[in-house]
């Protein structure tokens, strides 16, 4: 949250509620948007930003963050192809895979908590596609300072423009945090249920596709064009319950400086995360292959991964900051309740096992440098058992720059869609029991200065799993160098400005298996100023040209929820979008058009192949922030 006059906010008892006998709430006008607190999983602290920037138009989607690095498919809410891969924040053990239907999951790490002096609720609407909207609600209160709770609800229904595309996303979200007075013992957690209902259209049929190309006038209705499926669907559900509480065995105020051991702290962290996916068609499909089984039945696959972490943490000169050694004890359950295609070899219906893993987590800083470390070590010949290490060093400047090295070294297992997959579908069942780690390299390095925003990441992958054309999965016998480097530099002039980012890849080894566009840009040129006598608006308006040069790009499963290679087709296209936001008070109003020169352009775009992506599109929408 931000004030008119951008330091404090004077203006609050403006939208308290009126009625003293149902609320009671007494401010002074010393309250400042620094009051409003965010913090991360990591506990980094932001602040409720009522702001308008153009980093706000890029992460004005339903996933609300920078979609730059991913690729659309026409309907929001739908799943996204990749123009670029991330490898530093991987997960420590293994998911259940269907990766297409999880764009839009919340992890434990995108969880946010909150600290704020009076209620305060945050309202994200946008119109869908055809039919539909996106409204995200979040509201949060203080019942004291120490205890804080919050509700937030993210809603997707849209039909789309192309038959059989109807999504319908829900993600909820809870969260608590209480500490006692002197802090000594602290808690938090948050509970998540999320379900994506996605119908599934296989993609334009042969004719359907070749009038989409040649742009057929009897078909500018895109409802008209024919798919390739017309009773298939799918759904992917999580819950997850996750508490945090530490005790402080002995608490000193005093720095590490002035004390060779302080702040020593016990703590429990207890996961308890669920998922399933299914597929559902009832007719019998040319593109999925035969049914060998008549009594087959539709596929449905569960996870259950319970982690309870034991940890100990101090504070110490010796060690330079703090540091915390852990155990966690996990328990997986992965599978099906019973054979579901008796045609199949596979002979086992479900995945279990029990870990132990041992870890350290340790945090440092020296003058202007801050050091990060985290590691987990889980031995033995079980699913689970790997290694994952992570280690950053950072150093800023003040506000001037900051840059930051990052190394990362992963040993996991695949998902376990990989290892073991059911279906009525006679060659969509396998089971894999030979599978090694995969081990993954990442050296990344950052920098962050008011000249030049870059990074840069190189990248070998051992035993690389994908899924290749025949849609089974494999794992690639040698090894990936994926190099990435990107950079933005905007350029500013009176009330104009032109926004660039740039991101350059390239495969030296595996891009027979591992694909991505070598160039991508995105360049946004706009105009920011304030409206009328004032200046109660403020105005962005500006066009944003995205271009991405031609690669193979991966083919969508949606029996799989995954995507497989393909060698038939190469897709890049750019795309322009319009866009006029504004902002009143702590109103953001957000008005575009995507894709502009659609109507009249080659129509050479899509997402994945028989996938077109959006034609000429006009949205609008707004984010709405209130304090009580």
């Given at each position: 949250?931000?004030?008119?006059?951008?330091?404090?906010?004077?203006?609050?008892?403006?939208?308290?509620?009126?009625?003293?006998?149902?609320?009671?709430?007494?401010?002074?006008?010393?309250?400042?948007?620094?009051?409003?607190?965010?913090?991360?999983?990591?506990?980094d602290?932001?602040?409720?930003?009522?702001?308008?920037?153009?980093?706000?138009?890029?992460?004005?989607?339903?996933?609300?963050?920078?979609?730059?690095?991913?690729?659309?498919?026409?309907?929001?809410?739908?799943?996204?192809?990749?123009?670029?891969?991330?490898?530093?924040?991987?997960?420590?053990?293994?998911?259940?895979?269907?990766?297409?239907?999880?764009?839009?999951?919340?992890?434990?790490?995108?969880?946010?908590?909150?600290?704020?002096?009076?209620?305060t609720?945050?309202?994200l609407?946008?119109?869908?596609?055809?039919?539909?909207?996106?409204?995200?609600?979040?509201?949060?209160?203080?019942?004291?300072?120490r205890?804080?709770?919050?509700?937030?609800?993210?809603?997707?229904?849209?039909?789309?423009?192309?038959?059989?595309?109807?999504?319908?996303?829900?993600?909820?979200r809870?969260?608590?945090t209480?500490?006692?007075?002197?802090?000594?013992?602290?808690?938090r957690?948050?509970?998540?249920?999320?379900?994506?209902?996605?119908?599934?259209?296989?993609?334009?049929?042969?004719?359907?596709?070749?009038?989409?190309?040649?742009?057929?006038?009897n078909?500018?209705?895109?409802?008209?064009?024919?798919?390739?499926?017309?009773?298939?669907?799918?759904?992917?559900?999580?819950?997850?319950?996750?508490?945090?509480?530490?005790?402080?065995?002995?608490?000193?105020?005093?720095?590490?400086?002035?004390?060779?051991?302080?702040?020593?702290?016990?703590?429990?962290?207890?996961?308890?995360?669920?998922?399933?996916?299914?597929?559902?068609?009832?007719s019998?499909?040319?593109i999925?292959?035969?049914?060998?089984?008549?009594?087959?039945?539709?596929?449905?696959?569960?996870?259950?991964?319970?982690?309870?972490?034991?940890?100990?943490?101090?504070?110490?000169?010796?060690?330079?900051?703090?540091?915390?050694?852990?155990?966690?004890?996990?328990?997986?359950?992965?599978?099906?309740?019973?054979?579901?295609?008796?045609?199949?070899?596979?002979?086992?219906?479900?995945?279990?096992?029990?870990?132990?893993?041992?870890?350290?987590?340790?945090?440092?800083?020296?003058?202007?440098?801050?050091?990060?470390?985290?590691?987990?070590?889980?031995?033995g010949?079980?699913?689970?058992?790997?290694?994952?290490?992570?280690?950053?060093?950072?150093?800023?400047?003040?506000?001037?720059?900051?840059?930051?090295?990052?190394?990362?070294?992963?040993?996991?297992?695949?998902?376990?869609?990989?290892?073991?997959?059911?279906?009525?579908?006679?060659?969509?069942?396998?089971?894999?029991?030979?599978?090694?780690?995969?081990?993954?390299?990442?050296?990344?390095?950052?920098?962050?200065?008011?000249?030049?925003?870059?990074?840069?990441?190189?990248?070998?992958?051992?035993?690389?799993?994908?899924?290749?054309?025949?849609?089974?999965?494999?794992?690639?016998?040698?090894?990936?160098?994926?190099?990435?480097a990107?950079?933005?530099?905007?350029?500013?002039?009176?009330?104009?400005?032109?926004?660039?980012?740039?991101?350059?890849?390239?495969?030296?080894?595996?891009?027979?298996?591992?694909?991505?566009?070598?160039?991508?840009?995105?360049?946004?040129?706009?105009?920011?100023?304030?409206?009328?006598?004032?200046?109660?608006?403020?105005?962005?308006?500006?066009?944003?040209?995205?271009?991405?040069?031609k690669?193979?790009?991966?083919?969508?499963?949606?029996?799989?929820?995954?995507?497989?290679?393909?060698?038939?087709?190469?897709?890049?296209?750019?795309?322009?979008?319009?866009?006029?936001?504004?902002?009143?008070?702590?109103t953001?109003?957000?008005?575009?058009?995507?894709?502009?020169?659609?109507?009249?352009?080659?129509?050479?775009?899509?997402?994945?192949?028989?996938?077109?992506?959006?034609?000429?599109?006009?949205?609008?929408?707004?984010?709405?922030?209130?304090?009580?």
């Open positions: 949250m931000q004030s008119t006059n951008g330091n404090s906010f004077q203006d609050i008892g403006n939208d308290t509620i009126r009625n003293s006998e149902a609320i009671n709430v007494k401010l002074s006008g010393k309250t400042k948007y620094t009051d409003y607190k965010v913090f991360s999983h990591k506990r602290t932001t602040y409720i930003d009522t702001t308008l920037s153009i980093k706000k138009e890029y992460k004005f989607n339903f996933l609300r963050r920078d979609n730059f690095e991913l690729l659309s498919f026409h309907n929001q809410g739908q799943t996204f192809n990749n123009l670029g891969y991330t490898f530093e924040d991987l997960s420590f053990f293994p998911d259940i895979g269907f990766k297409a239907k999880q764009v839009s999951y919340l992890g434990i790490e995108d969880i946010k908590y909150y600290e704020v002096p009076t209620p609720t945050e309202i609407y946008r119109t869908g596609l055809e039919q539909g909207q996106v409204l995200d609600a979040l509201f949060t209160l203080n019942f004291s300072k205890l804080n709770v919050s509700l937030s609800y993210k809603g997707i229904r849209s039909l789309g423009a192309y038959r059989r595309s109807l999504v319908s996303n829900g993600n909820f809870g969260t608590f209480y500490r006692t007075k002197e802090n000594q013992y602290e808690i957690g948050h509970l998540t249920t999320q379900d994506f209902f996605h119908q599934e259209s296989g993609g334009l049929d042969a004719n359907s596709l070749n009038n989409f190309i040649i742009d057929d006038e078909f500018q209705n895109r409802g008209r064009l024919d798919v390739n499926l017309t009773d298939a669907e799918n759904q992917f559900d999580g819950n997850r319950i996750y508490i945090e509480h530490s005790y402080k065995l002995i608490s000193s105020k005093d720095s590490i400086n002035k004390k060779d051991f302080s702040n020593l702290k016990i703590g429990h962290v207890l996961t308890n995360e669920s998922k399933s996916y299914s597929f559902t068609q009832p019998s499909s040319a999925f292959g035969t049914t060998s089984d008549a009594k087959a039945r539709n596929n449905t696959a569960k996870s259950i991964i319970t982690n309870n972490e034991f940890n100990l943490e101090f504070n110490s000169k010796y060690v330079l900051g703090k540091f915390k050694a852990k155990t966690v004890l996990t328990s997986y359950t992965y599978g099906y309740d019973s054979i579901l295609n008796s045609s199949s070899k596979i002979n086992k219906t479900q995945l279990k096992g029990n870990a132990i893993s041992i870890g350290a987590d340790w945090n440092a800083k020296i003058k202007n440098f801050q050091l990060n470390a985290t590691s987990l070590l889980t031995p010949n079980s699913r689970l058992s790997g290694s994952f290490i992570k280690g950053e060093a950072v150093y800023k400047k003040d506000s001037v720059f900051s840059i930051k090295g990052s190394l990362v070294l992963s040993s996991k297992s695949p998902n376990f869609n990989t290892l073991l997959h059911q279906s009525k579908f006679d060659d969509y069942n396998w089971q894999n029991d030979v599978f090694s780690n995969v081990n993954t390299r990442d050296l990344g390095f950052d920098l962050q200065s008011k000249w030049l925003n870059g990074s840069l990441n190189l990248t070998n992958i051992d035993n690389y799993t994908y899924f290749d054309e025949n849609n089974t999965p494999q794992q690639f016998a040698n090894q990936i160098v994926y190099l990435k990107r950079v933005n530099k905007e350029f500013k002039y009176w009330k104009l400005a032109l926004d660039n980012t740039l991101m350059y890849q390239n495969v030296s080894s595996g891009s027979s298996v591992f694909r991505v566009p070598e160039l991508v840009t995105r360049n946004t040129f706009y105009y920011t100023d304030y409206w009328f006598k004032g200046k109660p608006m403020l105005v962005n308006i500006g066009t944003t040209f995205k271009y991405f040069t690669y193979k790009v991966n083919a969508y499963n949606p029996l799989l929820s995954e995507f497989t290679l393909q060698n038939t087709q190469e897709i890049g296209f750019p795309t322009i979008d319009v866009f006029f936001n504004a902002q009143v008070r702590r953001r109003l957000y008005f575009k058009i995507d894709n502009v020169t659609s109507s009249f352009s080659k129509k050479n775009y899509f997402s994945s192949p028989n996938y077109p992506y959006r034609d000429f599109t006009i949205r609008f929408g707004l984010v709405w922030n209130w304090f009580i």
